[in-house]
């Protein structure tokens, strides 16, 4: 994704394209006024690497609709918390109910038939099949395979995230922010309700981010939820309905970005404390 075409393209998506993410969003059971109850809800989530506690008790829900930030310094948990949610890591402890049933320890490829799945923060595209192919791959995984509207299903979704000139590119040829859009391209083929955002503004520039940015806020539109790892505040500011702040594997604070500047004790875990004189 060039920044002259991030910046001449606007972050709204054509009919045919909005057509795709609502019948995501059908899929998903719609958006966020549908139910009142959780999408997804994790409680007291552990994880340990021999001694060191890595999540020690997270907790937290994610509405239909939502995109929820997942924030925090280096070490905080963040990754290894949408790692064990994804099923990449068992959990050594606590509950992840998705939509209202037990899913802890399931595996990776049962639970994107349930409707979660997520981006990396390095995307691992099959680099010598197209980029349709890897979008087409991907389809086959999903809730519902391919079906006699795939095609027109992967060539909207390569329109809605910019990659349709590229469609017929080797993956490998790619820029490292054409990767990342082809990643969520994947992950959004198999047509999730629960969609986990690693670090997906990292390495793009100001026109790209505002441009993904766009795109994620329509697919929480359509009722997708979203649970968003992300060091860049501006982009978190963008995108975000709410955010937890992690520090050491634990909860340390829940509400707007906003709200979380003005708390000493998020202050303090990603500036350090002041000096004492």
Excluded at 210 to 220: F, I, K, M, P, Q
Excluded at 229 to 257: C, P, W, Y
């Amino acid at each position: 994704m060039s920044s002259d075409a991030a910046a001449s393209k606007p972050t709204t998506v054509g009919d045919a394209t909005s057509a795709a993410v609502a019948a995501s969003a059908a899929t998903a059971g719609g958006g966020r006024a549908a139910s009142a109850a959780p999408l997804l809800r994790v409680q007291g989530l552990a994880k340990h690497f021999g001694a060191f506690r890595a999540l020690d008790g997270v907790s937290f829900d994610v509405m239909p609709g939502e995109v929820l930030g997942l924030v925090g310094p280096n070490g905080s948990g963040k990754t290894t918390c949408i790692n064990v949610i994804t099923g990449l890591y068992r959990p050594d402890g606590g509950s992840i109910l998705y939509q209202g049933r037990p899913v802890g320890g399931m595996a990776a490829h049962r639970l994107v038939h349930q409707g979660i799945n997520r981006s990396f923060q390095i995307p691992k595209p099959f680099k010598t099949l197209t980029v349709r192919q890897n979008v087409e791959v991907a389809r086959t995984y999903g809730q519902h395979g391919g079906g006699a509207n795939a095609d027109t299903g992967i060539g909207e979704l390569l329109r809605f995230l910019d990659l349709e000139p590229h469609a017929d590119r080797y993956a490998g040829e790619l820029t490292s922010a054409q990767q990342k859009m082809l990643d969520l391209a994947r992950a959004l083929a198999t047509r999730p309700k629960l969609l986990c955002v690693d670090e997906l503004g990292a390495g793009l520039n100001p026109a790209e981010l505002d441009l993904v940015a766009g795109r994620l806020r329509e697919l929480a539109r359509s009722g997708i939820a979203l649970l968003v790892v992300e060091h860049l505040m501006d982009f978190v500011d963008q995108v975000t309905d709410r955010l937890i702040v992690l520090s050491a594997g634990k909860n340390l604070f829940e509400g707007t970005l906003s709200q979380a500047v003005q708390d000493p004790r998020v202050v303090e875990v990603f500036l350090g404390a002041p000096d004492e004189h």
